[in-house]
């Protein structure tokens, strides 16, 4: 059986905004089938006694203190932006009024 | 719409409303959350950020200690247990509010989780539960410019500024609150009232409503007796206590009508209206973003251990609901008294005129009685008035020095109000002082019992009751500058009288 659906894939493109067309969804739905089940190889050697991992290294509590550090100017900031007006980021309107919290 | 509103009484007879509230408070750190740009409200447009809030390629974030202690307390304020081991999630979505498009936040491991905080309401206690808090970081500052109206819809681009990108934000969730029938709208506004008043008393947070650093997303939800849980909506857009109160009231109304005529809710977002009061749909849950969260790989996981936790806890200050017992036992007042003393917003205006050097009752009547008033009649808030604990304090001084009696007091009160100055100021301006030379009051007195032969002579046969129309007319000549009892005593004194 398949890692991955060709469903799946349509849903994480729609998701990451990408256009892909119906014949690169039988690509990538292949690729990324390869890829996962590769990956699910792990799987075979893990054992009840190793916990789950999502970094390489083992820290915790890297912290730092609340001291003010100085930045950028609004010119070095806005350098490298695509288009500029009143000292801000000029960007296209967004069409979804949602925003994070 | 046209749609008439069932009455609220007859609503909350029929349905039982479940409401839930998420709230956001911006920490007061030096700093932003992972990295080192400043935090303070206004300023120019980004001139407060780094490659690390603006999400350049090779930047990494590391965590600020202040904030993480910050939500450690307000997670033990909020008796909750603290996790030994959590990370940071990458909450991933296309909004320009956000450079890096991603907002770090936390997903199935908030760094606080299952706790309470007890409310008062009508004087019952209510115990609301503490899903989790967690947190993450704020986003910057959109304006949508173009088109006509200024609002997203017909704006033709926006304008970002990410001063505000960045900034700790702690995000605090309650569990479901049932059963609270008519009394969930006032329930809704105690909680996050006794919130704001916790995180106040922690230090931890300006907590303005009105500035965006305390924010609050109000779900609501109506069944039958008896039957499950309604579909619930989530309004947005909440910026003031009173708001909280009338968004949960607009909201059970409005899913009343819906229902009673059949319909059912759709689970959905919805906008708040200040001016109005209604709410407006937003987006539909039902075509819910996927967020794709997953652990933060450019920050290592938190692990607090037991010590450190330890030493926090045993740091927290007295909460807001303790320590109003304590002045309430201080002050010696009922638990009516208290109430009204809390209804009135003037638990820390009274504390800090008593800490002043007034007596408690002085404190009170000034702050219920002549200024309440006023706020009342002005719609102001009560520690928006214009007079400081510091001015109240005083002017009390200065009756309690038999400079002002209480006529004048108020006198001079209206003019702290209008802003003229301190009370003594004022009462030496405005020449309001109490009439203490005992020569020109004596002469008051001569002369109005020189004007009344009649009512003298009744005095002087043992009438002494009849002195008060002589008191009366002294205190006219001089305008009620003088002290009556003193007046009194000096009548029946020239007039050879025991009092």
């Known amino acids: ?18 256009a892909v067309t119906e014949e690169e969804l039988d690509t990538f739905a292949g690729q990324l089938d390869v890829i996962l089940q590769s990956v699910a190889q792990v799987g075979e050697v893990t054992a009840a006694d190793i916990p789950p991992t999502s970094h390489s290294v083992p820290l915790t509590n890297v912290l730092r203190d609340d001291v003010v550090v100085p930045g950028l100017t609004p010119q070095e900031a806005l350098s490298g932006a695509p288009d500029v007006a009143e000292q801000r980021f000029r960007v296209p309107r967004i069409l979804d009024e949602d925003v994070a919290s | 719409m046209t749609t008439t509103l069932p009455a609220y009484d007859e609503v909350v007879a029929r349905y039982e409303p479940v409401i839930g509230l998420e709230t956001h408070v911006e920490l007061g750190t030096n700093t932003k959350m992972f990295c ?22 090779g930047s990494l974030p590391v965590a600020n200690k202040a904030a993480i202690e910050a939500t450690i307390r307000i997670g033990l304020a909020l008796n909750c247990s603290i996790a030994q081991w959590c990370r940071f999630a990458r909450k991933n979505y296309f909004y320009p509010d956000m450079p890096k498009d991603f907002q770090i936040s936390q997903y199935d491991e908030p760094l606080c989780s299952d706790g309470y905080l007890d409310v008062e309401v009508d004087g019952e206690l209510v115990r609301i539960g503490i899903e989790r808090v967690h947190l993450e970081e704020d986003t910057g500052k959109t304006l949508h410019v173009g088109g006509a109206t200024g609002r997203i819809h017909g704006a033709t681009e926006s304008l970002v ?56 997303d109000v779900n609501t939800s109506l069944n039958l007796p008896g039957e499950e849980w309604g579909t619930r909506t989530e309004t947005k857009n909440v910026n003031s206590l009173r708001s909280v109160e009338r968004a949960v009231r607009s909201e059970i109304l409005r899913q009343a009508s819906v229902l009673d005529a059949g319909g059912r ?11 109005t009061g209604d709410t407006t749909p937003g987006r539909s849950k039902e075509t819910a973003t996927d967020y794709r969260y997953f652990p933060e790989p450019d920050l290592v996981p938190l692990a607090p251990d037991t010590a450190w936790v330890a030493e926090l806890k045993a740091a927290l200050p007295e909460l807001p609901r303790l320590h109003r017992r304590r002045l309430q036992e201080q002050w010696g007042l009922s638990d009516l008294d208290m109430q009204s003393v809390l209804n009135a917003g003037a638990v820390e205006l009274i504390e800090a005129t008593v800490a002043a050097g007034t007596t408690p009752a002085a404190a009170r009547k000034w702050w219920l009685g002549e200024l309440s008033r006023r ?72 002369e109005a019992i020189a004007a009344n032969p009649g009512i003298a002579d009744k005095i002087r046969s043992g009438k002494v009751a009849a002195a008060g129309a002589l008191v009366g007319a002294v205190m006219k000549a001089t305008r009620g500058q003088a002290d009556a009892k003193t007046v009194r005593d000096l009548v029946l004194e020239r007039l050879g009288v025991q009092g």
Not at chain 2, 191 to 212: A, C, I, K, P, Q
Not at chain 2, 265 to 275: A, K, S, V
């Open chain 2, 36 to 57: 080192g740009c400043p935090t303070d409200f206004g300023g120019e447009p980004n001139t407060r950020v780094c490659p690390v809030c603006l999400g350049l390629p």
């Open chain 2, 375 to 446: 706020a009342n009649e002005t719609g102001t808030e009560l520690a928006d008035i214009g007079a400081t604990p510091a001015q109240v304090a005083e002017l009390q001084g200065l009756v309690d020095a038999g400079k002002l009696n209480d006529k004048l007091a108020r006198t001079v009160l209206e003019g702290v109000v209008a802003g003229e100055g301190s009370p003594t100021e004022i009462m030496t301006n405005r020449g309001l002082e109490v009439v203490s030379d005992t020569g020109a009051l004596t002469a008051a007195v001569d």
């Open chain 2, 161 to 216: 500024d990410y001063n505000r990108a960045g900034i700790p934000l702690v995000e605090i969730v309650t569990k479901p609150v049932p059963g609270t029938g008519a009394l969930a709208p006032e329930v809704a506004k105690a909680y996050v009232t006794e919130l704001r008043d916790v995180l106040r008393s922690l230090g931890v947070s300006d907590v303005r409503m009105e500035e965006g650093s305390l924010r609050c």
């Open chain 2, 265 to 275: 809710i759709t689970q959905e977002t919805r906008h708040f209206h200040e001016d």
């Open chain 1, 1 to 18: 059986m398949a890692a991955i659906s060709r469903e799946e894939v349509a849903h994480l493109a729609r998701l990451s905004r990408l």
